[in-house]
T-cell receptor, first 115, second 117 residues
Framework: DSGVTQTPKHLITATGQRVTLRCSPRSGDLSVYWYQQSLDQGLQFLIHYYNGEERAKGNILERFSAQQFPDLHSELNLSSLELGDSALYFC??????????????FGPGTRLTVL | DAKTTQPPSMDCAEGRAANLPCNHSTISGNEYVYWYRQIHSQGPQYIIHGLKNNETNEMASLIITEDRKSSTLILPHATLRDTAVYYCIVRVFIFRSNSNSGYALNFGKGTSLLVTP
């Protein structure tokens, strides 16, 4: 158990819909990262927040957005869902914002299925 | 940004040492090498990281060559529960502005390790 929690574990929805995935970091961690894992793309970095501020972006679609709240939990919002958005979505957390030994710890993931 | 190269798959007998190689020939002097593993579809699990000295923890040992162009992850006594995809990673630095920058883990395809009875 990494200490990172994600809800829900599974989510099934239809194309065109909007969903919100939630992540709670380990106690004391200020950074939250979101990754997407699909069958054909592997694990891809989406976005990084540190203490409520966006710090880095990967190849995140404009239909996707995220935020980190004052209590440090984070939400990933996916809108206008397409079949290709079906994937595992992982959240990770770390203490800082990128010191050389700032290790990321991953949650169990949310499996999104778009029908 | 440093990239890593790993063999796509390896087998190991239970109880034997599993040695997983990784090439990172373009790594820069201050970049750490990280190893994670992913068992089935679970969240990636941190194993170990190192800069230039060999490292050991309760899960594994990490041997980094003197020129830092390659490393080997060693699982000293592999068990069936060690069957997983192992990722060797050098973090990617993402710069946006003087006040906004961060790191991402570039996972690549990893090595699928199968531990057999």
């Amino acid at each position: 158990d990494s200490g990172v929690t994600q809800t829900p574990k599974h989510l099934i929805t239809a194309t065109g819909q909007r969903v919100t995935l939630r992540c709670s970091p380990r106690s004391g961690d200020l950074s939250v990262y979101w990754y997407q894992q699909s069958l054909d793309q592997g694990l891809q970095f989406l976005i990084h927040y540190y203490n409520g501020e966006e710090r880095a972006k990967g190849n995140i679609l404009e239909r996707f957005s995220a935020q980190q709240f004052p209590d440090l939990h984070s939400e990933l919002n996916l809108s206008s869902l397409e079949l290709g958005d079906s994937a595992l979505y992982f959240c990770a957390s770390s203490i800082q914002a990128g010191a050389p030994t700032d290790t990321q710890y991953f949650g169990p993931g949310t499996r999104l299925t778009v029908l | 940004d440093a990239k890593t190269t790993q063999p796509p798959s390896m087998d190991c007998a239970e109880g034997r040492a599993a040695n997983l190689p990784c090439n990172h020939s373009t790594i820069s002097g201050n970049e750490y090498v990280y190893w994670y593993r992913q068992i089935h579809s679970q969240g990636p699990q941190y194993i170990i990281h190192g800069l230039k000295n060999n490292e050991t923890n309760e899960m594994a040992s990490l041997i980094i060559t003197e020129d830092r162009k390659s490393s080997t992850l060693i699982l000293p006594h592999a068990t069936l529960r060690d069957t997983a995809v192992y990722y060797c990673i050098v973090r990617v630095f993402i710069f946006r502005s003087n006040s906004n920058s961060g790191y991402a883990l570039n996972f690549g395809k990893g090595t699928s390790l199968l531990v057999t009875p």
